[in-house]
């Protein structure tokens, strides 16, 4: 295959660690609210999937004295891409070695963006089978569908808050090989954002510039429900048991996203994604830009319609640096 020749060595985004200082209650989020199912425990740490993930897990929730996040993990195309990748990442100075004995998976390679934020690369891992009284008749459906909460179908992407956009956006496209979907400009034609993919998904992940200045912090994960309807729902609940609603629903221009966000009870940020956003199968696909300098980029890129985000979208990450309740009192 030529150098020339795309590959996706980096094939899906598979789970998310998050720190949480209220972990109980995190999982009880997680759980309750958003119908996910606890796999496993251990130690300070719980693991979670949606019932239409496939793998053992995609939230781990570590206790910890701050929200934030311990690390992102990505499987690789093949034992081969895997190679390929780790070369690349040591080459780039970014490896801090391998993982062996981390819970369902198989040796994992542990690296950092620019920014610092800790991440996974794997082959291996354990695929989930459920006990025969969760087991669906549906066979393309790894569990049956809960009954708690409005349950949410698979994990969908990650925002990650950045210090250079520049700098993060060309170590994820040229050391991990994601395409460079959207993007979004300020002034002077300053890069503001960046959203990328390895799939026919417009991202599984968005890398956004930190205004406070700090470095690898964590803007949100999203879970995926397939249809707007149920961001409806779920935020009908959340209001009635006081989750509070950063933003939403509402729908996206970037991306094409139907979108609400929320900040789980320890803190961290996390989207319900409504719909899937648009596809893209264009081999050649060109970066859509969006010049934020401009008044009605900056307008129709953050909300096509509905919704509204405040400051604190902007502004706040985990681990914090100000606390939510200053912010939201700010905002
Ligand atoms: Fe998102």
């Not at 949410?152 to 395409?179: G, W």
């Amino acid at each position: 295959m030529s150098e020339q020749e795309h590959r996706f060595d980096v094939a899906q985004l598979v789970s998310v660690a998050l720190f949480s200082p209220k972990p109980d209650e995190t999982v009880r989020f997680f759980h309750d609210f958003l119908g996910m199912e606890i796999s496993h425990q251990e130690g300070q740490a719980v693991y979670l999937r949606a019932y239409e993930d496939f793998y053992q897990y995609t939230m781990k929730v570590v206790e910890a004295p701050q929200a934030g996040m311990e690390a992102v993990t990505w499987r690789a195309a093949s034992p081969q891409a895997l190679e390929r990748r780790v070369q690349a990442l040591e080459a780039a100075g970014l490896g801090l070695g391998w993982v062996e004995d981390d819970y369902a998976h198989g040796p994992a390679y542990k690296f950092t963006s620019p920014d610092g934020h800790v991440q996974k690369l794997l082959w291996e891992l354990d695929y989930y089978q459920a006990p025969p009284e969760m087991k669906s008749k549906l066979k393309n459906r790894p569990q049956k569908r809960p009954l708690r909460g409005v349950p949410v179908r698979r994990i969908d992407h990650v925002n990650l808050m950045v210090s250079d956009v520049p700098q993060n956006t060309d170590f994820f496209a040229n050391v991990l090989n994601f395409k460079i979907r959207e993007q979004k400009i300020g002034d002077g034609g300053a890069l503001v954002g960046s959203w990328l993919s390895v799939s026919p998904l417009v991202h599984e992940l968005a890398v956004m510039k930190d205004s406070s200045g700090a470095k690898g912090r964590f803007h949100h994960v999203a879970y995926w429900y397939g249809a707007p309807q149920h961001l409806l729902d779920i935020a009908d609940i959340f209001s009635d048991y006081d989750i509070i609603i950063e933003g939403g629903p509402g729908k996206h221009g970037t991306t094409q996203a139907y979108y609400m966000y929320v900040f789980e009870p320890g803190g961290n940020r996390v989207e319900l994604f409504g719909d899937t956003g648009y596809l893209i199968f264009d081999p050649d696909w060109q970066t859509v830009i969006w010049d934020v300098a401009n008044e009605v980029d900056l307008e129709k890129s953050s909300i096509w319609f509905g919704g509204h985000l405040p400051k604190t979208f902007y502004t706040y990450g985990t681990p914090p640096v100000e606390s939510l309740e200053v912010l939201m009192g700010s905002a």
